[in-house]
């Protein structure tokens, strides 16, 4: 989840799609519902009611003929290929329509009754998850590694690009294996008490432990958490691949960092990497290193 867009015709704009795709699916809006907001305003989700029970309405924009279809097919995909063992909200309908210059999609999955552990990516307070969890946690991800796919979420060219840009050199890019990963495994996607696992859009191939590397990369602020994850994903993080893999969630949280998100985790993922490398992360002399230099996600 993340804050409301702050550009006023970004708002109205999603705000019409959802009304758009609630009288295409022919769902109503639950009184006073929450909006649920994507990455600055290319998703909008609310809860709803369809004829026979509660729903969750998802819609998501991409300007015309730019789609990045890793993304825009990803919930889709995932609801075909991901095992039923991975506790999700299925998906029920879709519905795709243009607005020139924009293209929608409309997803109506079942509403789950829990809600989320935290409200955005980064985590800022302890959640306090029994060992059932954990270990409903540790199924999910080995029944997700075990899906085969020609998706990626991350790409080997962007590993060569991204981390000498933002963790120095000398660095490691080269990824020795690669398993499925959801691509997004943040608190913010994880529900308890019972676990459910959100937002499928980026779900493809990634370094072995991305997944966990994600989970506790983004919960370096709550030091207790980030321990309790190391501690009950130390399989996957205390080997070379899941150092590789946590080298490569910090690349992309510091690039990230600079177009303005996450900026409160920067500081501890540099130090985090500066302890897997033993060394600063000093960036490498030349033209600073843009956000628009390195795309985060190749389709």
Not at 235 to 251: M, N, R, S
Request: with cysteine; proline share 8%.
């Amino acid at each position: 989840m993340w804050p409301a867009p702050d550009n006023p015709g970004v708002l109205d704009r999603m705000r019409t799609a959802h009304r758009t795709a609630r009288a295409a699916l022919d769902v109503r809006p639950e009184r006073d519902a929450q909006e649920v907001w994507g990455w600055r305003g290319r998703t909008l989700s609310q809860p709803v009611i369809a004829a026979d029970r509660p729903a969750w309405l998802r819609v998501a924009s991409a300007p015309t003929g730019t789609l990045d279809t890793t993304f825009w097919d990803g919930s889709f995909a995932a609801d075909k290929a991901i095992p039923d063992a991975v506790p999700r909200p299925r998906l029920c309908r879709c519905h795709d329509w243009t607005d020139e210059p924009w293209t929608y999609r409309a997803e109506l999955y079942d509403r789950v009754t829990v809600r989320p552990v935290a409200n955005s990516p980064s985590l800022h307070t302890a959640p306090d998850l029994p060992a059932t969890w954990w270990a409903e946690l540790r199924r999910a991800l080995h029944h997700i590694a075990t899906v085969t796919t020609d998706r990626y979420t991350i790409r080997q060219a962007y590993l060569d690009l991204a981390m000498p840009r933002f963790l120095g050199t000398p660095v490691t890019t080269t990824a020795r294996t690669w398993t499925t990963a959801h691509g997004d495994f943040h608190f913010a996607n994880l529900c308890a008490p019972t676990l459910r696992i959100l937002d499928w859009e980026g779900w493809g191939l990634a370094p072995t432990g991305y997944d966990a590397a994600t989970l506790y990369i983004y919960s370096l602020l709550v030091p207790t958490t980030a321990a309790r994850i190391r501690r009950e994903l130390g399989h996957l993080l205390d080997t070379p691949a899941g150092e590789f893999a946590e080298l490569v969630v910090i690349t992309e949280v510091l690039h990230g960092a600079t177009r303005g998100d996450s900026l409160d985790l920067a500081h501890p993922a540099r130090n985090r990497a500066a302890h897997i490398l033993g060394r600063e992360c000093l960036l490498p002399a030349g033209p600073r290193a843009r956000s628009d230099a390195c795309p985060v996600f190749e389709g």
